[in-house]
């Protein structure tokens, strides 16, 4: 796929490494820093969140007036300064609760604005037959980073701190910004014309793109919003040693690195998106049944390994998909509102499942999403006009 999107994808996988060895560190540094209890934990995470979405919302029309790969260094950089601040603010002695927000806020909605103009970028730079493998490219490093980044972070910050791997993490995205900017490729990507940016506010999605959104940012919003109840369950109800936790979420993660290589080979695309899609929601509510010891852990992995593959194999033809029915003179914009929205539904969820956890237990707002979940898959029906549905191979 040439030069271009190699030092693209090196930059990307910089960036994503740089970011799960910074994993946690945010909550390791307000616990150790500000004594912060569970409450301003879950406020961090959960209005950093929402605040940074909700930014980035007025962030789409200047996305979509601008050279992408202009955003991307850009993006790279405000994450970079951002992040930097704080070690900084740390050694000089006036780091506080409140910079940790700004900072988790900025760095939200400058990652929206960039996955969007990577992803408008990547239909400029790659031929319509590559996109496919591009993506699955993309969704491989990603796991592989979540699989390692975590393990990897979790012992540098017990040697060094979460303060120096918050460093790490800035300097991987200003090491993403030289890799972008070496890039020499998409000699037809530019900025678009303010007319034709007003032009996009009248775009809307076709009906199978709607099903697909609402489907997606449905099932993300009750998977992660789980995520903080499973720790406490496992950590605190079940007593599961960390490295148990560990091992029981990063080891899954090979799957979504097999599922990713898999997507290469599919033929019909549209029919295993639907597939997958239904796939993926089935297994999560087998989690409120997590019993103790050896047989909790098997359970958790074997759950989390179905999921995780599933998701391997749906990200990059959902991506795909999305590259391929959005005009390009509408995609920063669209794809920008999509992940601002993703976002904001996670927030909101994750705030919403730690109420209804303090309501009832844990076990039943892990089952209640679980539920939920069963109610998402795909119903969409085939049209003539589907690109999935025209020879289906690739």
């Not at 994993?23 to 605040?51: D, K, Q």
């Not at 000699?187 to 697909?212: F, H, N, P, Q, W």
């Not at 992940?339 to 844990?362: D, E, F, K, P, Q």
């Amino acid at each position: 796929m040439g030069r271009s999107f190699r030092r693209l994808w090196s930059a990307f996988a910089i960036s994503t490494a740089g970011t799960w060895l910074g994993f946690g560190a945010f909550p390791l540094i307000a616990i150790r820093v500000f004594h912060s209890g569970p409450a301003a934990i879950s406020a961090l995470a959960a209005a950093s969140t929402a605040a940074g979405a909700v930014l980035a919302m007025p962030l789409g029309p200047w996305v979509e007036a601008r050279r992408k790969r202009t955003v991307m260094i850009a993006a790279d950089v405000l994450r970079f300064a951002a992040l930097v601040s704080v070690p900084l603010g740390y050694a000089a002695g006036w780091l506080t609760f409140l910079q940790l927000i700004v900072v988790s806020t900025v760095s939200t909605a400058a990652s929206i604005a960039f996955t969007a103009a990577s992803d408008a970028y990547l239909k400029d730079l790659v031929a319509p037959d590559h996109l496919l493998r591009a993506n699955a490219r993309f969704e491989s490093t990603a796991w592989t980073a979540i699989a390692i980044g975590p393990a990897l972070g979790g012992a540098a910050i017990g040697l060094f701190g979460p303060v120096v791997t918050v460093a790490a993490n800035a300097c991987g995205f200003l090491l993403s910004a030289a890799g972008i900017a070496a890039i020499r490729g998409g000699a037809s990507e530019g900025a678009i014309r303010k007319a034709d940016v007003r032009e996009a506010d009248r775009y809307t999605m076709d009906r199978d793109l709607r099903t697909l959104f609402l489907n997606t940012v449905t099932v993300n919003a009750l998977v992660l919003a789980t995520e903080p109840l499973l720790a406490v369950l496992l950590l605190g109800d079940l007593g599961w040693p960390p490295w148990q936790y560990g091992l029981a979420f990063g080891l899954p993660c090979v799957g979504g690195l097999l599922g990713a290589r898999l997507t290469q080979r599919v033929r019909h695309r549209r029919r295993t998106l639907r597939t997958v899609g239904v796939l993926r929601a089935l297994w999560p509510i087998g989690l409120a049944f997590t019993m103790p010891g050896t047989p909790g852990v098997i359970l958790v992995i074997a759950i989390e390994f179905a999921v995780i593959t599933c998701f391997g194999v749906y990200n990059p033809l959902l991506a795909t998909e999305r590259l391929e029915r959005i005009p390009a003179d509408h995609l920063g914009r669209v794809l920008v509102r999509w992940n601002a929205v993703n976002s904001a539904v996670v927030a909101v969820c994750t705030a919403l499942w730690g109420v209804l956890a303090a309501l009832t237990t844990t076990r039943v707002a892990i089952g209640a999403a679980g539920a939920l979940l069963l109610l998402t898959p795909i119903r969409g029906r085939r049209r003539p006009d589907d690109p999935g549905c025209r020879n289906g191979a690739r």
